[in-house]
């Protein structure tokens, strides 16, 4: 059972737009939603992130906006450039084991930005 | 300074052959984990220890175990590898106290033949 759901799979976009990207959870444990950044050959870093007290969050030109009646939060992109292309992963977590806990991650999309 | 690093970068075996891989962190993080990803990227969470103390196994096969000897280091141990090992597996850590930050290393790419 796939608990974050991240759309879409791959996404293309023109730069200067917006690149939209969303994930939707299931499990009401979660208090901690961080979006991660992979270009090829690297490990995922963290882009930016949200708790579920606040339903936006801005940093640059990255923005989370979160719902939690609805489960969902997604990463907007504003005026999107070449060097956005990456792969982008939505993830969550929660407390669970001893007070230590992972993220459970959606599966990725694949964003390109046209030049 | 790297703050995850892992060794090696990249690891060609055959299949039948026990390999490990390991995994540092100088960030003073007390709880640290190993993910796998697979061929469609997928992020897979394997095992988290805290404190040399296991707190998350998930449905793993035995023949992969961790061994953490102190707590900057997490090292990965697989036996008997098998052609569905391959993949990318990357270390992380967390400091327990701030659930967030988690700084991931740069991934062993992991080739089973």
């Known amino acids: 059972q796939q608990q974050v759901k991240q759309s879409p799979q791959s996404l293309i976009v023109q730069k200067g737009g917006i690149s939209i990207i969303n994930c939707a959870y299931e499990?009401?444990?979660?208090?901690?939603f961080p979006w991660y950044q992979q270009f090829p050959g690297k490990g995922p870093a963290l882009l930016i992130a949200?708790?579920?007290?606040?339903s936006e969050k801005k940093e640059g030109r990255f923005t989370i906006s979160f719902n939690k009646s609805a489960k969902q939060f997604s990463l907007h992109i504003m005026d999107s450039q070449p060097g956005d292309s990456a792969t982008y992963f939505c993830?969550?977590?929660?407390?669970?084991?001893?007070?230590?806990?992972?993220?459970?991650f959606g599966k990725g999309t694949h964003l390109i930005i046209q030049p | 300074d790297t703050a995850v690093s892992q060794t090696p970068k990249y690891l060609v075996t055959q299949m039948g052959n026990d390999k490990s891989i390991k995994c540092e962190q100088n960030?003073?993080?007390?709880?640290m984990y190993w993910y796998k990803q697979d061929s469609k990227k997928f992020l897979k969470i394997m095992f988290s220890?805290?404190?040399?103390?296991?707190?998350i196994n998930e449905t793993v096969p035995n023949r992969f175990s961790p061994k953490s000897p102190d707590k900057a280091h997490l090292n990965l141990h697989i036996n008997s590898l098998e052609l569905g090992d391959s993949a990318v597996y990357f270390c992380?850590?967390?400091?327990?106290?701030?659930?967030?930050?988690?700084?991931f290393g740069s991934g062993t790419r992991l080739t089973v033949v």
């Open positions: 220890y805290n404190n040399k103390e296991l707190i």
């Open positions: 992380a850590s967390r400091d327990r106290g701030v659930r967030s930050y988690y700084t």
């Open positions: 993830a969550a977590s929660g407390v669970r084991g001893g007070g230590a806990d992972g993220l459970t």
């Open positions: 949200i708790r579920p007290d606040v």
């Open positions: 960030l003073g993080h007390d709880t």
């Open positions: 499990n009401t444990a979660f208090d901690y």
